[in-house]
């Protein structure tokens, strides 16, 4: 599977943005999708990770209550919702694909999009 990741930008402290990560093929089902981020001279993070059936959703501890994973497995397509996002949400987000039960491990996932820029300013 081919995964692009959008909708990255500048925007203030306290904005919202949606990314986007459009997957190619006919199994998007089939996979768990997750989000990581990458902020300079950091390590990739995991951010939030969603079921196949969209009924499981797993976030990370900065994620929670500002960021909404979703899918819509019609449109072969995940989303990441970001609300009130500050500076420290500044990194490039990746969106991957996993085959088998989902993880907040990077090293687990099968397949990774290119990433896209997401900047906050303060």
């Known amino acids: 599977v081919q995964l692009q990741a959008s909708g990255g930008g500048l925007v203030q402290a306290g904005s919202s943005l949606r990314l986007s990560c459009a997957a190619s093929?006919?199994?998007?089902?089939?996979?768990?999708m997750g989000w990581f981020r990458q902020a300079p001279g950091k390590e990739r993070e995991f951010v939030a990770a969603?079921?196949?059936?969209?009924?499981?959703?797993d976030y990370a501890d900065s994620a929670k209550g500002r960021f909404t994973i979703f899918r819509d497995n019609a449109k072969n397509t995940v989303y990441l919702q970001m609300n009130s996002l500050n500076p420290e949400d500044t990194a490039v987000y990746y969106c991957?694909?996993?085959?088998?039960?989902?993880?907040?491990?990077?090293?687990?996932?099968?397949?990774w999009g290119q990433g896209t820029l997401v900047t906050v300013s303060s």
């Open positions: 991957a694909a996993d085959l088998r039960y989902g993880s907040r491990l990077a090293k687990e996932y099968d397949y």
């Open positions: 093929g006919r199994t998007f089902s089939s996979y768990v």
């Open positions: 969603i079921g196949r059936s969209t009924g499981s959703t």
